[in-house]
């Protein structure tokens, strides 16, 4: 049957129940798989092109072609830039440090603070529409800078306010019905010792804002570390009891002019708060992966506004999926799709902030993904040693993020590799990150 979900009123009810599938033309002549939750959710799985097919005519290409602001110009408005360029998109990138990471990739950047209100302003007056980089952008600038200028921004300012505190996320996200871990509010190092007699050691306490990369998050092991851990936190912090976890997962998650889809279920290895690698496919169960899925599909209904969603999850030992954390943008976890996935996860947020259609988001082959962070102790000029040997060995890409200086821990680039087996991927990528470092 061939129907149209885009067009919700015209769906009959019937057809629509949950776990219906339907073929469904998509606006740009394409056909897909449309799998349905309820009336209101679905997911297109599989999308071919129609041999015969009307041309749409509403989103044609001349150049120059769209420009889209990014607040942000670090290594995810570089990755941003990279993909616009063949989708005939032009980038206008703001950030604070001159010479950004994306500063090499894009049309221009403009030099200036992630909530001033005068760069923001000129950024929206030279694009089309806005999207960000990174949660420091301020939701309130951009409201009032897009109301001014007439400039939208996606994913909406309302979304960014939500997530950027992450008390706000859990409390709307718990809610709205999605697991989540248990938490609290703590102001004072009274409110601390009282959650944590709640939750017992360990426990995760996490800045409500503003961190990023592992920055932010102090895990308390025993009573000797509350008073130095709500210290370094400064500021308002919450709780959250230590998941046994016997896998991190994430989702990369998007929003269409329309439709919804979701990047196939990633495992994440972290260390001390940061991730080191990724593999997909998940090494779980299938039905974990269904059901990390559609906890994504379930969130993805909670955002406003279009763009790509990076989800964190927690699988627990009885195969139980709780949310860790949500980001309105690429994330580091979906960066294996460049080489793995028919559409990158930056192509794909592109292709959903301007309002064209998706990309498929199916997986080329299983894929292993390895950050490259600084491995000094002090903050230097970055030059990284050992790249020749690495360039010289087959299904191993490099990227380079292009930032002037490195210190401990830094994100100054990634390799990724494709294989058989997501072992052999990753164990290929976990040998070839030795080869490499900043050290002299
Ligand atoms: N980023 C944003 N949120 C989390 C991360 N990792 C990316 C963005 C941002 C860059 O990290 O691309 O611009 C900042 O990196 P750094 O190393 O300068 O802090």
């Not at 570390?225 to 500021?235: N, P, Q, S, T």
């Not at 991190?248 to 998650?253: C, M, Q, S």
């Not at 794909?348 to 082959?365: D, F, I």
Request: charged fraction near 25%; include cysteine; charge should be negative.
């Amino acid at each position: 049957m061939y129907l149209n979900p885009w067009r919700q009123e015209t769906l009959d009810s019937r057809v629509c129940r949950q776990g219906s599938v339907v073929q469904s033309c998509l606006p740009t002549g394409k056909c897909c798989t449309v799998v349905f939750a309820d009336r209101n959710r679905y997911r297109c799985q599989k999308t071919t092109l129609l041999l015969t097919h009307q041309i749409v005519r509403s989103m044609p290409l001349r150049s120059p072609g769209t420009t889209v602001g990014v607040v942000g110009g670090g290594q995810l408005g570089r990755m941003l830039g990279e993909a616009a360029s063949p989708l005939g998109i032009e980038l206008v990138v703001s950030d604070p440090t001159p010479e950004c990471p994306a500063s090499a990739v894009v049309r221009d950047q403009i030099v200036g603070d992630f909530d001033d209100e005068a760069t923001l302003l000129e950024l929206a007056e030279r694009a089309d529409l806005l999207t960000y980089e990174i949660e420091l952008a301020d939701p309130d600038v951009l409201e009032a800078v897009s109301e001014e200028t007439g400039t939208p921004v996606h994913p909406a300012p309302e979304t960014l306010r939500i997530i950027q505190d992450k008390l706000v996320q859990k409390e709307r996200l718990q809610e709205a019905g999605i697991p989540v871990p248990e938490f609290r509010a703590v102001e004072t190092v009274e409110e601390l010792d009282a959650a944590l007699s709640e939750f017992g050691y360990p426990a995760m306490l996490k800045a409500r804002e503003g961190g990023y990369d592992g920055r932010g998050n102090i895990l308390i092991e025993d009573e000797s570390e509350v008073a130095k851990a709500f210290d370094a936190i400064e500021g308002p912090a919450m709780l959250e009891a230590f998941v046994e976890y016997d896998r991190e997962l994430a989702v990369i998650g998007c929003k269409g002019d329309g439709e919804i889809d979701t990047f196939p279920v990633t495992e994440t290895i972290h260390e001390a708060e940061i991730l080191r690698e990724t593999v997909s496919p998940a090494r779980t169960s299938d039905a974990v992966i269904e059901r990390a899925t559609t906890v994504a599909e379930e969130i993805l209904d909670e955002m406003t506004g279009r763009g790509v969603y990076g989800i964190e999850l927690f699988e627990t030992a009885d195969g139980e999926i709780l949310l860790n954390e949500i980001a309105p943008r690429p994330h580091n976890s979906g960066h294996w799709t460049i080489e793995g996935c028919h559409t990158s996860q930056f192509e794909q947020h592109l292709r959903a902030v301007t309002g064209l259609a998706l990309g498929t988001t199916e997986r080329r082959e299983p894929t292993a993904a390895a950050n490259i962070l600084g491995d000094v102790d002090e903050r230097q000029q970055a030059t990284l040693y050992g790249v020749e040997d690495v360039l010289a060995t087959d299904t191993v890409s490099l990227h380079w993020y292009g930032k002037r200086e490195v210190y401990a821990l830094r994100k100054m680039g990634h390799l990724t590799t494709v294989g058989e087996t997501p072992e052999t991927a990753l164990s290929l990528i976990n040998e070839v990150s030795e080869w490499l470092t900043f050290e002299t």
